[in-house]
């Protein structure tokens, strides 16, 4: 009888050990990899498919002591290598608009007033920390690029061209931006490019660059947020646009393109929840020649973590309200698992980073208050 458990045991330990995990589909397209997701993921051995999140701490609009200091609504975010945080208060107002909390949320000095002066804004819209943990701020309307350190002084100004709305910083700091082609202004379609340029600001390339309709030309205007998204993790430039569809393109710092992520995906009808939320925050003149499509497009924006996983916000509900389902792909591109999370969507850009084993997440209160909670990432052994 023992040596027939014996032997249970041992043909079940070679089953176990002899396990094959799935095999991914990959093509070659133009010499470049494309790696083929479907619907459901793949199974991959020793690999964790998804994560928990445990709550920290939350900055919280609705608290009296944040409208004390003065933030009363949160734009754009990140946080840099100490776990400090940085919020642009959006739209800006009077006073300072840059607010700098510690790693465990509690306040600690504002700066950057609105003002025509040296370090100060018209229209603050976009914010990253760079490798040397500068806090970098893009102001489109300015047309100028603000360089702080962590202690809120400003380090350098640089002008940059018109149509520039983004300027995100790489690790071998280089830069890319992101903005309309100003050549195009008076055409039928605006073409809107996401180029690589080098310490100087002098242009080394141009990665994508995509057509929209223009509103102005066109007299419509579609209703859903357009793709136009990127992130850097370990060396990698992952790019999505509005007319890739369910493709990711992934370069390398060079701007060299080394890989393609595709996904099969479910289609998601617009709702009308949907519809009356992003009318309620769509300018006045643009509302009467906004139009709807039946269907969403595949995602809405992703980000990296710093093993260069990749998450990627799609518009399928979630497990709990406000949530939405995340696809999740390993470091080589494969599609692994899914996650739910709660992430502000009405505008914009993701509104998310996920950096050291933490995640970043805006979200709406039901009050209408946004809040900015800060969760420890917990992935499944």
């Known amino acids: 009888m023992k040596k027939l458990i014996y032997l249970v045991l041992i043909l079940s330990l070679f089953s176990n050990c002899g396990t094959k995990q799935e095999e991914v589909d990959k093509i070659i397209e133009d010499g470049v990899e494309v790696v ?36 009363t609504d949160i734009g754009c975010f990140d946080a840099d290598s100490k776990g400090n945080i940085y919020i642009i208060r959006f739209p800006p107002r009077t006073g300072n608009n840059i607010f700098k909390f510690d790693k465990n949320g509690r306040y600690v ?60 910083c790489l690790e071998n700091g280089n830069f890319l931006t992101f903005g309309q082609l100003i050549e195009y202004i008076r055409s039928e379609y605006n073409y809107v490019a996401l180029r690589l340029l080098n ?97 969403f497009p595949p995602y809405l924006s992703f980000l990296t973590d710093d093993r260069g996983r990749l998450l990627v916000m799609t518009y399928e509900d979630g497990e709990n309200p406000g949530e939405f389902m995340f696809d999740i792909f390993n470091p080589d591109g494969v599609f692994i698992g899914r996650k739910s999370i709660n992430v502000l969507v009405w505008s914009g850009p993701l509104k998310a980073k996920m950096k050291r084993n933490l995640l970043y997440c805006l979200q709406e209160k039901d009050s209408g208050y946004k809040r900015l909670v800060v969760y420890k990432v917990n992935w499944e052994k």
């Open 109 to 168: 000095t504002s700066f950057g007033p609105k003002g025509q002066g040296p370090g100060e804004f018209q229209y603050p819209f976009h914010l990253e920390i760079d490798n040397q943990d500068n806090i970098v701020i893009t102001d489109q309307s300015k047309r100028k690029l603000f360089i702080f350190n962590n202690d809120g002084n400003l380090i350098e100004e640089t002008r940059i061209d018109i149509g520039i709305a983004f300027v995100s």
């Open 36 to 71: 083929l997701n479907h619907i459901e993921p793949y199974q991959i051995r020793r690999e964790p498919t998804t994560f928990d999140l445990e709550e920290l701490f939350t900055i919280d609009t609705e608290y009296f002591d944040m409208a004390r200091i003065g933030l």
């Open 199 to 295: 310490s100087q600001f002098e242009e080394l390339k141009e990665l994508v660059r995509y057509k929209r309709e223009s509103a102005v030309r066109t007299k419509r205007f579609k209703g859903t947020v357009p793709i136009w998204c990127w992130s850097e993790s370990k060396g990698k430039i992952y790019v999505g646009h509005e007319e890739g569809g369910y493709e990711i393109l992934v370069f390398d710092l060079d701007g060299n393109l080394i890989r393609k992520i595709r996904k099969e995906y479910k289609k998601v009808p617009v709702s009308e929840k949907y519809k009356k939320k992003r009318m309620e925050i769509i300018n006045d003149w643009l509302k009467k020649m906004t139009y709807f499509p039946k269907f």
